[in-house]
């Protein structure tokens, strides 16, 4: 094999540059293993540098079915790399991994892709072919054996691939129709309210005290009484916890309604919202 063929036979294999497969099969003396390690260590040097810029794009995908149902959230530096279809490939598939861990982000990077290498070093090797700063961030995993998982999708890129994604688990032991419908819908709701909790006692309280600080610096400017600034500052609570509850927000397809009353006029004795989970890039 001539070393033209070589150098061809290296960027299909590696999807390096003529420029750096060609010096690699020189350093090699021709032989192509050792020349892909050169260009692999050439690779993770060259992604080592890539690693201290910011990645804020990237995409979200989601993978499962009812009963178990994943997200994992893959960032980069530009939108146009999160279109890229090598990178996109690499995300389908990393998410699928994810799902079979759990989303136990240490044992998905150790996990072997179809091309027998590691996720980490698949992710070595994008990051040098691509030549951007590529990071796996967060990842969920939602199983349900007592009723349904569904999920809602916002701004797709590809398929399972997306910028926004809603996960949604349902307690019920009802599988029909009107079931499935309200769930796909909730996971729209969830997407266009991003609610903080379910129940207004479920959130978290540190926001609950930020809130309540702005309140009362708010107030404290107002130049109204102490006890009127007081019932004023309860109100303002009130309505913060009120419209950041999921239960209590007003229903996006109906807004006269609020999301408890929604799940009441179902009229499914066992239902429950047990669990949801909300991911958008750059949030």
């Excluded at 299909?12 to 192509?32: P, Q, R, V, W």
């Excluded at 060259?46 to 804020?56: E, H, L, Q, V």
């Excluded at 913060?240 to 007003?250: G, I, P, S, V, Y």
């Excluded at 609020?258 to 004795?269: A, G």
């Amino acid at each position: 094999m001539s070393d033209i063929e070589k150098v061809k036979k290296l960027r299909e294999a590696t999807g390096a540059g003529f420029k750096d497969c060609n010096l690699a099969i020189k350093e090699s003396s021709g032989d192509l293993d050792k020349a892909i390690e050169i260009l692999r260590v050439k690779g993770i040097s060259k992604a080592s540098k890539k690693m201290t810029r910011d990645a804020k794009e990237g995409v979200v995908v989601v993978s499962g079915d009812n009963s178990q149902t994943s997200v994992i959230e893959i960032n980069c530096e530009t939108d146009f790399v999160a279109k890229n279809q090598d990178f996109i490939t690499f995300v389908k598939e990393l998410s699928e991994i994810n799902n079979e861990k759990n989303s136990n982000v240490e044992q998905l990077k150790k996990a072997i892709m179809i091309n027998g290498v590691t996720v980490e070093d698949n992710l070595v090797a994008l990051i040098a072919k691509i030549g951007e700063k590529i990071t796996i961030g967060k990842a969920k995993t939602i199983k349900n054996f007592n009723g349904l998982n569904n999920h809602y999708l916002h701004t797709v890129v590809k398929d399972n691939v997306a910028k926004l994604a809603v996960m949604v688990s349902l307690e019920t032991k009802d599988k029909s129709d009107a079931i499935k419908t309200f769930s796909k819908q909730l996971s729209m709701h969830i997407a266009a309210s991003n609610p903080l909790a379910l129940e207004a006692d479920s959130i978290d309280q540190a926001i609950i005290d930020k809130e309540q600080e702005l309140v009362t610096e708010e107030l404290k400017n107002s130049g109204k009484p102490d006890d009127i600034a007081k019932k004023i500052s309860l109100g303002k609570m009130n309505k913060f916890k009120e419209e950041n509850a999921l239960l209590t927000q007003a229903w996006v397809m109906e807004p006269k309604k609020k999301v408890k009353d929604v799940l009441k006029e179902l009229s499914i004795s066992d239902l429950k919202i047990r669990e949801f989970y909300r991911i958008k890039i750059g949030e």
